[in-house]
């Protein structure tokens, strides 16, 4: 049936929208992503008779002679599914950074410092994990790619000169926790028998194994035979990889602490790693280390002696009690290690290290030993963290010291959800949604001021769109899952980029993609306005519900960020049927759900249900007049004060606290912001380092959607926020409650916004400080302030707190 002007809220328009989506090639290209090599000598090389997609850890290796050492030496590295690179036994780096094969990853290396005159061993590992792969990674089949930069370097394109051995003392197992089974998507556990692994395998002459072959070119037609055209060797195999290369740096990779041992039946073992510990013959050995906060990265376990031992090594980030029930993250006692496992069986030779070839994630981590008839040296253990390597540059300060204990759980949270890509968790998942993307890349954009994750995420998002218009929910994933609303967030973070980054190329590369997924949303609308019930999405609805409040409303929203960039980089027209759309819907959820007895937004018409949801969105959106606002959201806000509320109703998580919190700043009770995070100083109380999932019982305890009150206390508590795209000028508007003084600062692209408050009983004072150039404006006590670049001090009267 054709779609008519009244079927549809634009009427004409929606035809120009399919005209303009075919022009899409035509928008402005984002200059910083670095451009891809157009041409490729190299080949993509593999073993050449193992299984292509089963599970296995490959080592390559070519050597090289050079009579003096080079002054840079650069390469092109990927790998499938990933690649740890060495030269002469020195790490250089890993990757390829996760994508799909439509847009797979290259990384940068200068081999030069590792190089030296004579024989010198490039070597790499490179491993797939098969059927256990994590849903984050995407891939084609096991295989190795190098190329030099220039014919200088061509020595080390991967070709048929090039070595690969399948190493079998290394694998992967299926994550098990003592019987207990977790929901789980990421890496599985590894193992590493001694006896069977090649020790020498990235030094030159030091290899015993007579596994090495010569490394065969991967073909086209072993995997696409329908496609068996005779194509020059090394061009034929690029096409399934396209190739890209990555913007972003290597992850941080430091020394780190493995804390303490706080538990073990070995009295020798109390000092260990600080001194050397023996495990006797035939003992059965528990040493739980305590670290004090989570932590990514990678441990290592030197040992010596010890053949036909058994150890274990589990990563936690709590510990369980017999029910399988997490308490204070502090407790100790007899509490289980319910996590994931790796397997190392020494061989009995010297100096035997493990180091798991993906991060691992932990608090508490566990080794169990069982030794046979020779005692087990444990010679050193040692931890590196790994993550993406932000700087934190934003500092807050307050009269209240528990504000600097939540600053640092929801930093340290960051920092652990953020490596190749954003991570809901990095113990459980590992993948990147965008509703967690969103928070977190607010949060990088305030603290560390850097964008790079957050740019990898937005294409990210937007390659993931499939025909029908949506985007997935979470992406790169191997396995698709769809959450409609999150589209909209995605068209959210893309105007959160535009506001807080002078950088607007992506922003007009980007904008053609969210015309589809507003399209989907418009092909499921009543006449009225309101979305209809989503396919994906039976979170938003109960099975008898035709009409929902908060629906319309989370699409309103983005229908009103939509049009404003269309009106600054697209179309004028669209920018005014969005608007108009919006208006509609909201005009038909008040009239329809406003509840003028209660004050406050039913979820339905029916008006037998109430949410905290619908009601933020309300006022998000102005669906709810404005000079209602502050009422309804003194009513909304009762359970997070501990007060009873007039009505039921459904109250916010962890995660969506983050649109609350927008919700009473934009109401005018900002003032009361701090009086809600009453959880995240029971998540102190609680021993947790970092912000969970949920309310307890929590699966996860590193998830940074709830990290969100760090970006909250820059921005509504010291209340800086920009006032104008590219962050071109400032409003500055402090809800500072009951402090008596705070100091926060934020970076900015032009150098940073220092706001300094403390009052007395009659007078507050500012001390501001701008970058040179940039106006702003000090909203205080209903009366705005102009600010210039440089310092000015404001002495003011004291802040007027609205009563509830």
């Given at each position: 049936m054709p779609r008519t002007s009244r079927s549809h809220p634009w009427g004409s328009i929606a035809p120009v929208l399919f005209f303009l989506l075919a022009c899409q090639s035509s928008v402005a290209v984002d200059s910083p992503e670095p451009a891809p090599r157009e041409h490729w000598t190299a080949e993509w090389i593999s073993h050449p008779t193992a299984p292509p997609r089963e599970r296995g850890v490959f080592h390559f290796r070519k050597i090289i002679h050079l009579d003096a050492k080079p002054a840079r030496f650069p390469v092109e590295v990927s790998g499938d599914n990933h690649f740890l690179l060495y030269v002469n036994g020195m790490r250089i780096g890993e990757g390829p950074a996760k994508g799909d094969l439509a847009h797979w990853r290259y990384e940068t290396f200068d081999l030069a410092p590792a190089l030296h005159p004579g024989d010198n061993v490039i070597a790499a590992t490179v491993f797939n994990f098969g059927i256990y792969a994590p849903l984050a990674v995407i891939s084609e089949r096991t295989a190795f790619l190098m190329q030099g930069d220039s014919t200088s370097e061509s020595v080390v394109n991967t070709d048929a000169t090039w070595q690969v051995e399948e190493d079998p003392g290394q694998d992967?197992?299926?994550?098990?926790?003592?019987?207990?089974?977790?929901?789980?998507?990421?890496?599985?556990?590894?193992?590493?028998?001694?006896?069977?692994?090649?020790?020498?395998?990235?030094?030159?002459?030091?290899?015993?194994?007579?596994?090495?072959?010569?490394?065969?070119?991967?073909?086209?037609?072993?995997?696409?035979?329908?496609?068996?055209?005779?194509v020059p060797p090394g061009l034929d195999s690029h096409n399934r990889w396209d190739l890209v290369p990555d913007a972003l740096p290597q992850m941080e990779f430091a020394p780190t602490t493995l804390g303490k041992v706080v538990r073990t039946n070995l009295p020798a073992a109390q000092q260990f790693p600080v001194a050397p510990v023996v495990i006797p013959p035939h003992a059965e050995v528990e040493i739980l280390f305590d670290r004090a906060t989570m932590v990514t990265g990678l441990s290592e376990l030197t040992v010596s002696g010890g053949?036909?031992?058994?150890?274990?090594?589990?990563?936690?980030?709590?510990?369980?009690?017999?029910?399988?029930h997490r308490g204070n993250r502090d407790d100790v006692g007899d509490r289980l290690v319910l996590g994931q496992f790796d397997k190392f069986l020494p061989d009995g030779g010297p100096s035997r290290t493990f180091t798991p070839l993906w991060f691992r994630t932990w608090r508490y981590l566990q080794l169990k030993i069982k030794t046979e008839g020779e005692p087990l040296h444990l010679d050193g253990?040692?931890?590196?963290?790994?993550?993406?390597?932000?700087?934190?540059?934003?500092t807050f300060a307050s009269s209240d010291p528990l504000l600097a204990r939540i600053w640092e759980i929801c930093w340290r949270t960051a920092r652990l959800g953020a490596h190749d890509t954003y991570m809901d968790t990095p113990f459980w998942e590992q993948l990147q949604y965008i509703d967690d993307t969103r928070v977190q890349t607010l949060i990088s954009y305030t603290v560390p001021s850097d964008e790079r994750l957050a740019r990898q995420a937005l294409?990210?998002?937007?390659?993931?769109?499939?025909?029908?218009?949506?985007?997935?929910?979470?992406?790169?994933?191997?396995?698709?899952?769809?959450?409609?609303?999150?589209?909209?967030?995605?068209i959210d973070m893309l105007h959160d980029y535009w506001m807080y980054r002078p950088d607007s190329a992506i922003v007009a590369k980007l904008l053609p993609g969210t015309r589809p997924v507003l399209e989907w949303f418009f092909e499921k609308l009543f006449d009225d306005g309101f979305v209809k019930p989503l396919p994906y999405d039976a979170a938003w609805h109960h099975p008898e519900e035709t009409k929902s409040a908060l629906r319309t409303l989370t699409f309103v929203d983005t229908l009103r960020q939509a049009a404003e960039l269309e009106d600054a980089f697209g179309e004028k027209y669209l920018a005014e049927g969005y608007r108009a759309a919006a208006r509609k819907a909201s005009a038909s959820v008040y009239h329809q759900c406003w509840?003028?007895?209660?004050?406050?937004?039913?979820?339905?018409?029916?008006?037998?249900?109430?949410?905290?949801?619908?009601?933020?969105?309300?006022?998000?959106?102005?669906?709810?007049?404005?000079?209602?606002?502050?009422?309804?959201?003194?009513?909304?806000?009762?359970?997070?004060?501990?007060e009873k509320p007039i009505v039921e109703m459904a109250n916010v998580d962890y995660h969506a606290q983050f649109y609350l919190s927008r919700a009473i700043d934009k109401a005018g009770l900002g003032e009361y912001y701090l009086d809600t995070i009453r959880p995240w100083r029971e998540m102190i109380a609680m021993g947790l380092t970092t912000t969970p999932e949920n309310k307890e019982p929590t699966r996860s305890d590193t998830h940074a959607w709830s990290a969100h009150p760090m970006y909250d206390l820059l921005t509504i508590v010291a209340g800086i926020h920009p006032s104008s795209p590219g962050f071109a000028s400032v409003r500055i508007a402090p809800n500072p409650g009951t402090l008596e003084h705070f100091e926060a600062a934020m970076p900015h692209p032009d150098g940073e916004i220092r706001v300094q408050y403390r009052r007395n009983e009659t007078q507050a004072t500012f001390l501001i400080t701008l970058p040179q150039g940039l106006p702003?404006?000090?909203?205080?006590?209903?009366?705005?302030?102009?600010?210039?670049?440089?310092?000015?001090?404001?002495?003011?009267?004291?802040?007027?707190?609205?009563?509830?």
């Open positions: 992967f197992i299926p994550r098990v926790a003592n019987g207990f089974m977790f929901y789980w998507a990421a890496d599985p556990g590894e193992k590493l028998d001694a006896q069977l692994y090649d020790w020498g395998w990235k030094d030159a002459g030091s290899s015993t194994s007579s596994h090495w072959v010569t490394a065969a070119g991967v073909m086209r037609e072993t995997i696409y035979p329908r496609d068996s055209i005779a053949k036909g031992s058994q150890i274990d090594i589990g990563y936690t980030e709590a510990l369980y009690d017999a029910r399988h253990f040692t931890a590196d963290f790994s993550a993406f390597p932000f700087v934190q540059q934003a294409h990210a998002f937007d390659e993931s769109r499939v025909p029908e218009g949506i985007t997935q929910s979470r992406y790169p994933a191997s396995l698709q899952q769809f959450i409609p609303y999150f589209s909209l967030s995605y509840n003028a007895r209660l004050g406050l937004l039913a979820d339905t018409p029916e008006q037998k249900q109430y949410s905290q949801y619908t009601n933020i969105y309300g006022v998000l959106t102005d669906a709810i007049p404005s000079a209602d606002q502050a009422q309804v959201m003194r009513k909304i806000i009762a359970p997070n004060l501990g702003g404006v000090l909203d205080w006590n209903g009366r705005d302030y102009p600010l210039r670049g440089g310092e000015q001090t404001l002495q003011l009267a004291a802040p007027n707190r609205p009563e509830l």
